[in-house]
């Protein structure tokens, strides 16, 4: 008997327990349910590069450990981003195209740690970019295909830092 009540109570603190994850999932998805990323890519847009990716995270700008939930970047994803001459596409899996204009596009480098995710130094791009609401935020992503010899990931941060110079800059990429 007395396991049979032993495993009640630890049955019972597990449904809490799952309980209360899904009760702090939806308040944080009704808290951000303001911040929306821009769909669709512009027409004429020039492809210029394609790279294969893991979407891990979106975060409050220098705050890595805070998630948003940036509709339609609410969920870890695979998914291809691809550089144009007018910015960067975000093409998740079961998503929407996400199209981050130059002109949104504030800064990007590596990082290390983000919520959920730690990888080896540097294994992470860190884009920072602004909403539809102009909060600036920071998207987490891992590029995982290769380009034969050459750094992939290095290829794709040198792309998305030439869109964000342009921007600076006021030129088109």
Known sequence: MNQQIAGAVVLGVAVLLILAGVWAWRARLRRDSGLTAPLGVPEHAEVQARYETLYVAT????????????RPLVYRARGELTITDRGAALSLDGSPTVFLASARLIGADRATVTIDRVVEPGGL?????????????????RITGDLGNTDAAGAALTDLQRLCAASETGESA
Do not use: F, K, P
């Not at 975060?59 to 940036?70: F, G, I, N």
């Not at 791009?125 to 992503?141: E, H, N, P």
């Open 125 to 141: 791009i860190r884009l920072a970019w602004r909403t539809d609401d102009g909060t600036v935020v920071d998207s987490y992503l």
């Open 59 to 70: 975060t409050r700008h220098d705050h890595s450990l805070e998630r948003l939930a940036v």
